[in-house]
């Protein structure tokens, strides 16, 4: 059995042997869970809104979708015509879906409400395009989600968004990279699905994923070395020597490549960013719930990532992330001095 083939003027056929489907996998895995009841239906909203950014990422030097917009966004950083698009594309989609009550967004000051009755049930922070330097070079960028839930009483406001990351019911990310994969989360559950461009269909290609023990790479933006403390010196200066580093510069397309061959990604605060750089609601919490749950670690350096209490809904935070010892000592070096 076969899910798709193709052939090419080379005469090579691909056969895609036969897997679940994203769709078949949604509609049994939390059927049975209360407390996950429409989830489903979230997860595949994300899934339609990345089919098309998947489209437009793969056309982006033909379609006119390259450049910047000319606007900065509330980071005061320099909005991406596809940061533009995918944030549109991906609040419609979740507003559709009808279960989502409240969307907080990199590329948006305030969170969009999309809904408030009972079965307005989650509430998503996302990063629609994650790596937006890396867009008109054609390197692997993606899309990040953090899911929480919300108790029907309250009303849907922004403040209700401040919740800690331990309190996510799930997350996801996308990577648009040499094929498009999207990772979901649930408590103690990681899974990959694969895009069949041919068909549009998203496959199960990497059911229950736990972080490899061996950690053979680290990820960190060296050139920072002159910013950083003694202590966070001492760490990646142990990094080094030990590990082989890997930085693309697109956090989704770091991590995804040490969620599935073990490594660190590290961007602790240094000098001119005592608050780090990555944003605590859509990069930190998603893929610190996404480590966690697959047997890795996020820290801030100081305290687990998934327990900082929010104060800002744009709000950044160091990173440390990835196999839990490595995590551990590396924390463990930039606390020593
Ligand atoms: P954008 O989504 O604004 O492009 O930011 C990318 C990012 O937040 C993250 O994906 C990278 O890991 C990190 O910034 C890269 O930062 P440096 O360019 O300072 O290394």
Known sequence: ????????????????????????????????????????????????????????????????????????????????????????????????????????????????????????????????????????????????????????????????????????????????????????????????????????EFYLTHPGIRIPSECPYYSANDGNYKTWDDGTRVALTNLRDTYSLRYVGSLVADFHRNLLKGGIFLYPADKSRPEGRLRLMYEANPLAFVAEQAGGAASTGQERILDVQPERLHQRSPLILGNKDVVEHAIADIGSR
Not at 7 to 25: A, H
Not at 67 to 95: K, Y
Not at 183 to 196: G, I, P, S
């Open 1 to 200: 059995m076969t899910t798709s083939s193709r052939q090419g003027g080379t005469g090579i056929v691909t056969v895609i042997p036969q897997r679940t489907l994203l769709s078949d996998f949604l509609a049994t895995r939390w059927t049975a869970i209360e407390q996950l009841e429409g989830l489903d239906l979230v997860i595949a909203a994300i899934a339609k809104g990345a089919r098309s950014i998947q489209r437009d990422v793969q056309a982006a030097g033909l379609a006119d979708v390259l450049g910047v917009t000319g606007d900065t966004n509330v980071q005061g950083e320099i909005v991406q015509r596809l940061d533009t698009l995918s944030s549109d594309t991906f609040v419609d989609v979740l507003r559709d879906c009808g279960h989502v009550a409240i969307v907080g967004c990199e590329e948006l000051e305030n969170p969009e409400i999309v809904g408030d009755s009972e079965d307005h049930a989650y509430m998503v922070m996302m990063d629609p395009l994650d790596g937006s330097s890396n867009i008109d070079v054609a390197v692997s960028i993606g899309s990040i989600f953090g899911i929480w839930r919300r108790t029907a009483d309250q009303p849907v406001t922004e403040n209700v968004l401040l919740r800690p990351g331990r309190e996510q019911v799930a997350a996801a990310y996308l990577v648009y990279g040499s094929s498009t994969v999207l990772v979901v989360a649930t408590h103690d559950d990681v899974n990959a699905f694969t895009l069949n461009v041919d068909n549009g």
